[in-house]
């Protein structure tokens, strides 16, 4: 089909609405040109694909979110928090011990998951809608969470995401206010922390939890971690039934293997995997507009990277791209986007493994081998640069043998 990659931007437009309509035209679509042509019937079989798994972490339809959060408002016990609220402060240093982010306050996006991930939370949520259908049966909705998995990967915003769905503040704790260096303050701290998110209803969410929750047979934990713990779980114990809270951590295998039982559900966070990443990358990169082939050499780059360095990796190809060209568009210009990657990579060499460096950071030729690992033909590669498939092919055509033979006499002599 002549100017596919039109038809295939405006399909994706067309997807991102997520209408019915929308989407079968686009299965008509792709049935009619998978006779002529098996690519372009691929490329939008991905298209389909990707929409609906979309990574977005769906909110709950705004009458089954309504019933959540008045159920939440009925069954937890507790006064109402608002802004001039007290919060509990550590007696040593007067800090406070905790800041509220409400909902309406709450600037948080959804949280884009791994499509089983994403389904496993939603239902959490929709147990706060079916409380009666739970309460038939002898059971209740889950109340507390842990959430695990390496730093940015959004185990914070899914927490606030929670809170927000279930129209409940946000009660975060700030360890640095929390942690006291004075024996038995720390305890103190928690003591005062529980009782303040048991006297309200909110979701209270402890942030780097294995600072608090470190295992009691550590040797080298003096005599105070252990009487932290042993606080600490007495204080999830009694919330039962009180509240919401989640728990998160980069380092689960620190935690005390008590800490572990408090919790009902235990989720590990993970990386985000190809689609994740396309999605994360057309959030962030917002409203640039990636082509197909920018956003398959773009989701190669990025394997292995979290959610909050893609979207640092967004944020940065926009500011480059704003300030270096003249063009009114949306587009992505090809020059200014490999600037803004090679930039990027060289700021951020740790990221990247040495043959993605190597490709963004490398010369034309590392970026076309690149561009063929992440799967790209040459008309695609082509389209990637903005230059003529017969440039790409000049370029990666290898140097006749006889040529090649000729400059290594010349180097051996």
């Known amino acids: 089909m002549e100017h596919f990659d039109i038809v295939l931007a405006l399909a994706r437009a067309a997807l991102e609405t997520r209408s019915p309509r929308a989407s079968h035209q686009v299965q008509r679509l792709r049935d009619a040109v998978a006779a002529t042509d098996k690519d372009q019937a691929s490329k939008l079989t991905r298209l389909l694909t990707a929409t609906e798994r979309k990574q977005d972490l769906t909110?709950?339809?705004?009458?089954?979110?309504?019933?959540?959060?008045?159920?939440?408002?009925?069954?937890?016990?507790?006064?109402i928090l608002t802004a001039n609220t007290p919060l509990p402060r550590d007696k040593e240093t007067s800090a406070p011990l905790v800041r509220v982010i409400f909902p309406d306050d709450s600037k948080a996006e959804a949280p884009i998951l791994p499509p089983a991930l994403s389904e496993a939370v939603a239902d959490l949520l929709q147990e706060w809608s079916r409380l009666d259908q739970l309460r038939r049966f002898g059971a209740v909705p889950n109340t507390r969470c842990l959430l695990y998995g390496p730093p940015g990967v959004g185990k914070t915003q899914l927490a606030r995401h929670i809170a927000r769905q279930l129209d409940l503040p946000c009660v975060e704790v700030r360890l640095d206010g929390l942690v006291s260096s004075f024996l038995g303050t720390t305890a103190r701290n928690i003591g005062a922390l529980f009782e303040f998110a048991g006297r309200y209803r909110c979701l209270l969410f402890l942030d780097e939890f294995d600072a608090l929750a470190k295992a009691r047979d550590d040797a080298h934990e003096l005599g105070e971690i252990k009487r932290v713990v042993n606080t600490l779980l007495q204080c999830l114990d009694d919330r039962e039934g009180r509240g919401f809270t989640i728990a998160a951590t980069n380092h689960e295998h620190l935690l005390d293997s008590a800490v572990w039982r408090r919790f009902d559900a235990r989720i590990e966070?993970?990386?985000?995997?190809?689609?994740a990443r396309a999605a994360i990358l057309a959030r962030h990169l917002a409203p640039l507009s990636a082509g197909a082939e920018t956003t398959q050499f773009l989701v190669w780059l990025t394997e292995g990277l979290t959610g909050a360095d893609i979207a640092s990796l967004a944020r940065a190809a926009k500011r480059y791209i704003a300030l270096h060209t003249t063009r009114n568009d949306v587009g992505l210009p090809p020059e200014n986007l490999i600037a803004a990657l090679r930039r990027f990579v060289v700021l951020n060499a740790k990221l990247f493994s040495p043959d993605r460096r190597i490709a963004v950071a490398g010369t034309r030729s590392d970026l076309l081998k690149a561009l063929e690992n992440a799967g790209l033909s040459q008309i695609e590669s082509a389209s990637?640069?903005?230059?003529?498939?017969?440039?790409?092919?000049?370029?990666?055509?290898?140097?006749?043998?006889?040529?090649?033979?000729?400059?290594?006499?010349?180097?051996?002599?």
């Open 269 to 275: 966070v993970l990386r985000p995997e190809a689609d």
């Open 59 to 79: 909110p709950l339809a705004f009458e089954e979110t309504r019933a959540a959060a008045h159920a939440m408002r009925g069954l937890l016990p507790g006064e």
């Open 384 to 413: 990637f640069l903005g230059v003529s498939q017969s440039t790409v092919s000049r370029q990666t055509r290898k140097p006749p043998r006889r040529a090649a033979k000729q400059r290594e006499g010349a180097d051996g002599s």
